[in-house]
């Protein structure tokens, strides 16, 4: 099905099932443990083995020998892989450094071989018995030493300039020119980066927890060196991505690997150290922002650039993209510039983009606020715009911005915000209000599914999709229910294996609206082929209640279906409407922050988004997406940052008890409003995204709220007490 024109009228438009507040229909399997993640398939293939990673110790340079020989002779020891012994091996197209290092070593942690044994408690033990000899280069591991030396990004679009910014900004009576930093940060999901491999013949099975199957499954067909068809990716359930599992990493290669030479099942999991070194991270970046405006808070000039490092090859952070779109003003320029640095990989991490370049972008907005003596919320409302900034012409197919911020200004009280930093008291504590714009691009992905119909009347789903702990077996089951008329518990929904149709995948924001449109374009061939074996003009048909009707006829689907079923297959194919309309989602963040007067520890009181992403398909799953992802905001505001080793090029903190992140008694109180909306413009069932919109902004909301409890105003993140307390105003 191709969608190249605005949706109208369809089924999903009923509202009977898709839009309702349905609970998770997988969630019995996952509360009970028996949904099985990438590294608990134990009854899948007999004889499973365990293979244990071993990380480099430096961060570049190269190996002088390995020493094997103990290692082999440890007890359970089945094999060992290494680069000398793996065979010439490829690279993936979504990787930036080669999954398993030697002799050449490009990052701290590459994997430099597998010690496969009989028990993990043996691999691991093993493996610390293989020796590895190196000689250290010299490396670049910090992002402000490295900016000399930074150069404009071969990939995306590195500049953007309309109009003259540089003389606009000069001109401008009331402006701002400041710069903000933010760190490194990891993913930090739950589940491990995990695999299971084992061969049959030529043909590769991998269980794996990865939220793009098919990428993933060309990535290993290429790195191994053999035909994408031979390799099959099963990864059903994830315990978390985030962006982290976009793309194959060094455990599926290896077990892979570890598979081939132990000629049995491999599984391998990689230790928690071995995610923050040997998997992707968000990059530091460094970001000056310009605005220029006049006294009655029209902005004329807008400026942003940042800077990012990542290894040789890599991408930078693309912090400036919301810039461009977000806030009118006829003169503009956005530039990203890109560092060599030798630490770990960098790439797409929960919101790329706008998450941490809203989180300078927001702050400044504040800045410029309190420079023009206008409330931050009506300084954003008075730089709103319908169209494209950038491109006058292309207006936005849905921008209710300034609803999201109205709506929000009068649930949370901002009316009781003082205006004066300092000034609200409640007991011990500083108390504040922030506020931040929320925006993330709406994306959409051609995505395909299988339905079958039984004679039973059970709808079945099938598709490569993946469920990141955000819903996707639910609102997928709610679309095929709405459609085919049937009621949810005749629905299954069976996803991520790369023996099913090609979806969009989980990420981005784009999986939700993309895989459901592909379900829906299958259902409508499915309504077809039914209608017509029923004798029925499709375009007549009603589909209710487990019934196919058109006037006064009526039968079962399972009936008309027969015993051998009928199965019906097709995918969405996205035009060119995104081209003619530029489609986003906007929400606004509001938070309330408590600030100890002596020691300066931050308390976030409460929250509340107020978002505008088309329609909601599942509201109590996509209100737990919101929370979620606010509860990111806060970690990267207050506490979230890699720590670097400025000499050996690692991140120190490499584990959960030094990586900080929130917790449910982090935060009293959530709170989420979806407005009404339906975008025609994106896809037929007339969704977008929220799952990265409500972690855009919230960085800035709540540094935003310090400096309204505090007046100290920070713009190196995270924002902690060491950076407040010798600035903190005296108690009287």
């Known amino acids: 099905m191709k969608f190249d024109t605005p949706a109208t009228t369809n089924p999903i438009d009923q509202l009977r099932i898709v839009g309702q507040p349905v609970e998770r229909i997988e969630g019995p399997r996952k509360t009970t443990g028996t949904a099985p993640y990438a590294y608990e398939w134990h009854n899948a293939v007999p004889n499973q083995a365990y293979g244990y990673v071993v990380g480099a110790a ?98 995306g679009v590195p500049e953007t300039a309309t109009g003259d910014f540089a003389g606009a900004f000069a001109a401008a009576p009331v402006q701002l020119d400041a710069t903000y930093t933010t760190p490194d940060h990891s993913h930090a999901m739950m589940e491990p980066h995990a695999s299971m491999a084992v061969w049959s013949g030529d043909k590769l ?9 098919d990428w993933s499954r060309g990535d290993v067909a290429l790195t191994l060196g053999i035909p994408k068809e031979n390799v099959r990716l099963i990864s059903p359930y994830i315990g978390g991505g985030f962006g982290g599992k976009l793309f194959v990493r060094s455990d599926a290669v290896l077990a892979a690997l570890g598979a081939r ?23 530091a970046t460094i970001q000056r922002i310009r605005i220029g405006a006049n006294r009655d808070g029209k902005i004329t000039a807008i400026g942003h650039e940042s800077l990012s490092g990542d290894l040789a090859g890599g ?58 003596g206008l409330d931050p919320v009506e300084f954003r409302i008075l730089n709103d715009t319908q169209v494209d900034p950038e491109k006058p012409q292309r207006p936005f197919s849905e921008r209710r911005l300034v609803e999201c911020l109205r709506t929000g200004a009068d649930r949370f009280g901002w009316k009781a915000r003082s205006a004066r930093p300092g000034a609200t008291r409640d007991g011990e504590w500083l108390v504040g209000m922030g506020v931040a714009a929320a925006f993330r691009n709406n994306q959409v992905m051609k995505s395909g599914a299988r339905v079958r119909v039984d004679g039973a009347g059970t709808v079945t789903v099938e598709t490569d999709m993946t469920d990141i702990g955000t819903g996707s077996y639910t609102i997928i089951a709610q679309t095929a229910a709405e459609m085919m008329g049937v009621p949810l518990d005749r629905v299954v929904v069976r996803l991520g294996d790369s023996n099913f149709p090609v979806s ?36 007549s048909a009603v589909f209710e209640g487990g019934q196919i009707r058109s006037g006064e006829r009526s039968m079962p689907i399972g009936a008309v279906a027969g015993e051998g079923g009928i199965v019906a297959e ?70 979230e940052e890699l720590a670097v080793d400025r000499r050996l090029g690692y991140f120190v903190n490499h584990d959960l008890a030094g990586y900080e992140v929130p917790v449910h008694a982090d935060i009293v109180s959530q709170d989420v409003i979806f407005l009404d909306e339906t975008d025609p413009l994106s896809s037929p069932m007339k969704a977008k995204g929220v799952g990265e919109l409500g972690l855009c902004g919230v960085g800035a909301a709540i540094a935003n709220a310090v400096y309204n409890a505090t007046g100290v105003r920070v713009r190196d993140y995270p924002v902690t007490l060491d950076k407040l307390i010798s600035r903190m105003p005296v108690s009287t």
């Not at 990787?95 to 942690?109: C, S």
């Not at 099975?205 to 199957?213: A, G, I």
């Open 261 to 283: 030479a132990a000629r049995r099942p491999v599984k391998v999991a990689l230790t928690r150290p071995l995610m923050f070194n040997n998997t992707t991270h968000r990059p």
């Open 570 to 639: 097709d995918f969405i194919e996205f035009g060119d409407l995104n081209k003619k309309y530029q489609q986003s989602t906007f929400g606004a963040h509001f938070v309330e922050v408590g600030v100890d007067a002596a020691t300066c520890e931050i308390r976030v009181r409460r929250m509340l988004a107020v978002c505008a992403a088309g329609r909601i398909l599942n509201p109590k799953s996509a209100r737990s997406q919101m929370i979620g992802a606010m509860t990111m905001g806060v970690g990267a505001a207050l506490m």
């Open 504 to 539: 969009a995948g989980s990420g981005g924001q784009w999986g939700a609206n993309s895989s459901t449109a592909g379900v829906y374009a299958a259902c409508v061939k499915m309504r077809e082929a039914l209608a017509q074996k029923a004798g029925i003009d499709p375009a």
């Open 315 to 372: 991408k930078p952070e693309n912090a400036v993209q919301q810039t461009r779109l977000l806030y009118a003003g006829p003169n503009r320029l956005t530039a990203l510039r890109l560092a060599a640095l030798d630490l770990p990989e960098g790439n797409a991490m929960r919101a790329p983009g706008e998450a941490p370049g809203l989180m300078a972008l927001e702050i400044a907005m504040d800045e410029m606020a309190e420079k023009l």
């Open 205 to 213: 099975t991998l269980w794996t927890s990865n939220q793009m199957v």
């Open 58 to 155: 430096i961060a570049k340079g190269r190996i002088f020998s390995i020493s094997l020989a103990e290692a082999r002779r440890a007890p359970g020891v089945i094999t060992i892989v290494t680069a000398d012994t793996a065979g010439k091996l490829g690279k993936g197209k979504w990787n930036t450094a080669r999954l398993l290092g030697g002799p050449e070593i490009q990052h701290y942690h590459q994997a430099v071989a597998l010690v496969v044994a009989e028990t993990f408690e043996q691999a691991r033990a093993a493996a610390q018995l293989v020796h590895v000899r190196y000689v250290r280069e010299e490396g670049a591991f910090d992002l402000a030493g490295a900016r000399a030396s930074a150069s404009v990004p071969k990939t």
